[in-house]
């Protein structure tokens, strides 16, 4: 008997699962704030979960990729994953959403640093 062979099907699955992951990651972190406020302890494992999905799948398709020889396709998935990870983990969702509904013109950036948002400075006045 032959062994079973991957076809380049599977990869556009795990792909599919990754990018999904990280949309879903992406919308659970922009709700994080008002969901802490409402419901306190389903936030944290909502977003662990998100991550997890996010970076597990991605991890598969890197993998599929690899197992498949498609090497420059591995390396562009791990850069996609490294820095959608790296933009989501530091965005200052608190600035982004606070200055689009309170009408905020200042040049506030979404990409602040957290410690930034601990110490309670704003760009916007009276904020």
């Given at each position: 008997m032959r062994p079973a062979t991957k076809k380049p099907r599977q990869a556009r699955w795990t792909v599919t699962m990754a990018s999904a992951g990280w949309l879903v990651l992406t919308v659970v972190s922009c709700l994080w704030l008002p969901l802490f406020q409402a419901i306190w302890w389903f936030s944290m494992p909502a977003i662990a979960a998100a991550w997890a999905w996010a970076v597990l799948w991605s991890f598969a398709a890197v993998?599929?990729?690899?197992?498949?020889?498609?090497?420059?396709r591995s390396f562009v998935t791990l850069t996609i994953a490294v820095l959608l990870g790296v933009v989501i983990?530091?965005?200052?969702?608190?600035?982004?959403?606070?200055?689009?509904?309170s009408g905020c013109t200042g040049t506030s950036s979404p990409l602040l640093s957290r410690s930034t948002r601990a110490a309670g400075h704003?760009?916007?006045r009276g904020g």
């Amino acid at each position: 008997m032959r062994p079973a062979t991957k076809k380049p099907r599977q990869a556009r699955w795990t792909v599919t699962m990754a990018s999904a992951g990280w949309l879903v990651l992406t919308v659970v972190s922009c709700l994080w704030l008002p969901l802490f406020q409402a419901i306190w302890w389903f936030s944290m494992p909502a977003i662990a979960a998100a991550w997890a999905w996010a970076v597990l799948w991605s991890f598969a398709a890197v993998m599929t990729y690899l197992s498949l020889k498609r090497y420059v396709r591995s390396f562009v998935t791990l850069t996609i994953a490294v820095l959608l990870g790296v933009v989501i983990f530091r965005i200052d969702w608190q600035t982004s959403t606070s200055t689009a509904s309170s009408g905020c013109t200042g040049t506030s950036s979404p990409l602040l640093s957290r410690s930034t948002r601990a110490a309670g400075h704003s760009r916007c006045r009276g904020g």
